[in-house]
T-cell receptor, first 113, second 107 residues
C-alpha cells in the first residue's frame, strides 16, 4: 500500500479480554517496529521485526504481550487478558531495512475499561 | 537519568524565529532520528542521522557523535511547525526516546 496501515483505529475492550492489533507495512519494507504511547507519556519501544524474525522481545511489557509477523509483511500484536494500564496508542512503523528512515502508521487507540 | 535527554521541554516562539531543539544521549547509537508528532497524534519521521548534517527545506539536523549530541533547527518558523519534536536513539535493534519538545509558534 501507499503507507503503513493499522487496524482498528480505535478499540475499546473490557478488562480481561484479549485484543489483536494489526499492522500492514509499506510493501517491500523488511523492518517493522511496534511502539506505544500512553496518555501524557513518551514513546515506548515494544518490538522490532526484521523479516519474520524478532531478534529482541525484551521490550514487550509482560508475557501477556506477543507479536508475530508472517510472510515478511503483516504483523499482529496480541495482548491477552488486557489490563487498564494497557490503554495507549499502539503505533507501528516500517522501514525499507533496519537503519533506514521509519514510516509510521496512524496508530490504534486502545482503551481498556 | 534518562538515556536520551531533550531540551527544552516546551518552547514558544514568534513566527519567523530561528528554533533550536537539543538532544543529548548517553548510549552508543547506530543512528539518531528526529520525529514530529502533530496535535492529532500522527508521527512523521523527519531525519535519520548517523553523522554530520542533513537539511530538508527549513529543517536542519546535526549530530556530533563524539559529544553525543544532536540538534534540530527550524529556520523562519511558522505556526504550522507547532508540534512535539521527539529525538530517538537507535541502539542496535532497540529504540530509546526523548520525552519530546512541545513547540508552539505564534503568528
Amino acid at each position: 500500500g501507499a503507507g503503513v496501515s493499522q487496524s482498528p483505529s480505535n478499540k475499546v475492550t473490557e478488562k480481561g479480554k484479549d485484543v489483536e492489533l494489526r499492522c500492514d507495512p509499506i510493501s517491500g519494507h523488511t523492518a517493522l517496529y511496534w511502539y506505544r504511547q500512553s496518555l501524557g507519556q513518551g514513546l515506548e519501544f515494544l518490538i522490532y521485526f526484521q523479516g519474520n524474525s524478532a531478534p529482541d522481545k525484551s521490550g514487550l511489557p509482560s508475557d501477556r504481550f506477543s507479536a508475530e509477523r508472517t510472510g515478511g509483511s503483516v504483523s499482529t500484536l496480541t495482548i491477552q487478558r488486557t489490563q487498564q494500564e494497557d490503554s495507549a496508542v499502539y503505533l507501528c512503523a516500517s522501514s525499507l531495512d533496519s537503519g533506514l528512515a521509519w514510516f509510521f502508521g496512524s496508530g490504534t487507540q486502545l482503551s481498556v475499561l | 537519568k534518562n538515556e536520551v535527554e531533550q531540551s527544552p521541554q516546551n518552547l514558544t516562539a514568534q513566527e519567523g524565529e530561528f528554533i533550536t531543539i537539543n538532544c543529548s544521549y548517553s548510549v552508543g547509537i547506530s543512528a539518531l532520528h528526529w520525529l514530529q508528532q502533530h496535535p492529532g497524534g500522527g508521527i512523521v519521521s523527519l531525519f535519520m542521522l548517523s553523522s554530520g548534517k542533513k537539511k530538508h527545506g527549513r529543517l536542519i539536523a546535526t549530530i556530533n557523535i563524539q559529544e553525543k549530541h544532536s540538534s534540530l533547527h527550524i529556520t523562519a518558523s511558522h505556526p504550522r511547525d507547532s508540534a512535539v519534536y521527539i529525538c530517538a536513539a537507535a541502539v542496535n535493534n532497540d529504540m530509546r526516546f526523548g520525552a519530546g519538545t512541545r513547540l508552539t509558534v505564534k503568528p
